[in-house]
């Protein structure tokens, strides 16, 4: 992966197929890649800045990698690889992640909960449920409605407020 500093976009789900391993067909808990789930789930997603300056500094290391493994790299066109290049095993990414969220002293959560932490971050921030669905790929609002309901009180609270604001009218009946 080349850093580009004026890329603010990063096409998800998009990226070449490596060639097929022998290996890959032997081990049924192989990374596969191939054609995404729905046609929604190809999309591309505006990336927050502190997003697109880890992809740079994983750039950077990813590069750094290529030229100690020299004749050794495996170019897969992954952002995400081991030191050789090769796809991380997902038992060694598990073992990563535990290993970084203790570190950081927060509650331990699997691997693909952080999608559900970002959509429930973005609708505490009151980010509309019809934007947190596109950026899920869910191919309908009532997917994200089931899920996130939960965050629904904080939003609830926060229409009320915006109410209360808007009637808040002096004595001429203005605002």
Known sequence: MEADDNR????????????????????????VQGKT??????????LP??????????ASIQQADLRA????WAE????FTT??????????LRRTFDKDIAAAGVRRIRFHDMRHTCASLLLAQGVQMRVVMEVLGHSNMAITSDI???VAPTTLRSASEAMNSALDVNDSGLK
């Open 76 to 79: 897969t066109g992954l952002v």
């Open 83 to 92: 030191t050789l290049g090769t796809p991380i095993e997902p038992s060694n």
């Open 148 to 150: 996130y309901s939960h």
């Open 37 to 46: 789930k729905t046609a929604r789930s190809k999309r591309t997603l505006p």
């Open 49 to 58: 800045e502190k997003t697109a300056t880890a992809l740079r500094v994983r």
């Open 69 to 72: 493994a020299g004749e050794g």
């Open 8 to 31: 603010k976009a990063l096409p998800h789900n998009q990226h070449p197929e490596p060639p097929p391993r022998e290996a890959d067909n032997l081990n049924p808990h192989a990374h």
